[in-house]
């Protein structure tokens, strides 16, 4: 039972390029969720998911994309990566409520040079 | 418009104490609390989740208590050791919405031996 895993789990890039996190779990969650967290700024919800096939908006959704085409998986995309981008990016799944206990992978870091 | 706090940032304590982490959050409609502890370049480890109806949960030599009226949450770990230094967050999800989830900054822990 691997829980939440996340790839890769380190990236540099240069501003303009495009590249896609794959988040993954094997725990049956409903939920998904992409947070990207900062010095200073906290952890921010980015986008989430309620189930296969949705997404929604989280509090920083710009210059992000994501898709849940299967359950376990959530892909969260950048098309074309700018320096405040740079940040650790960790995935979370849950049950819906009143199970809603988050789990999290180990993250990735981002460098957007 | 929900913020949650944790105070203070950081704080050290020689081994075998007993401590309190705080957490505030400014507006009681929440639907559940949960506890985190991250350790240095790693993910965020679910601790505790109390449900609005609760008061108390326990794991262990942790305890977490919740106030919804003062708009408090505190986590009290007994007999602390240096394995429990860690930064310990706080999440605050507001009633019933998966988009609403808000952390605290977090309470960065050292344990002296």
């Known amino acids: 039972n691997a829980g939440v895993t996340q790839t890769p789990k380190f990236r540099v890039l240069k501003t303009g390029q495009s590249m896609t996190l794959l988040c993954a779990q094997d725990?049956?969650?409903?939920?998904m969720y992409w947070y990207r967290q900062d010095p200073g700024m906290g952890l921010r919800l980015i986008h989430y998911?309620?189930?296969?096939?949705?997404?929604a908006k989280g509090e920083v959704p710009d210059g992000y994309n994501v898709s849940r085409l299967k359950k376990q998986n959530f892909l969260l995309g950048l098309e074309s990566a700018a320096p405040s981008q740079t940040s650790v990016y960790f995935c979370a799944s849950s049950s819906p409520p009143p199970l809603d206990e988050q789990f999290f992978g180990p993250g990735t870091r981002l460098t957007v040079l | 418009k929900q913020e949650v706090t944790q105070i203070p940032a950081a704080l050290s304590v020689p081994e075998g104490e007993n401590l309190v982490l705080n957490c505030s959050f400014t507006d009681s409609a929440i639907y559940n609390l949960q506890w985190f502890r991250q350790d240095p370049g790693k993910g965020l480890t679910s601790l505790l989740l109390?449900?609005?109806?609760?008061r108390e949960q326990t794991s262990g030599r942790l305890n977490a208590s919740l106030d919804k009226s003062s708009g408090r949450s505190t986590l009290y770990i007994a007999a602390s050791q240096p394995g429990d230094s860690a930064t310990y967050l706080c999440a605050v999800r507001q009633y019933s919405s998966a988009s609403k989830i808000i952390f605290g900054s977090g309470t960065r822990l050292s344990i002296r031996p």
């Open positions: 725990m049956n969650h409903e939920y």
């Open positions: 109390i449900q609005s109806s609760q």
């Open positions: 998911s309620v189930g296969e096939g949705t997404t």
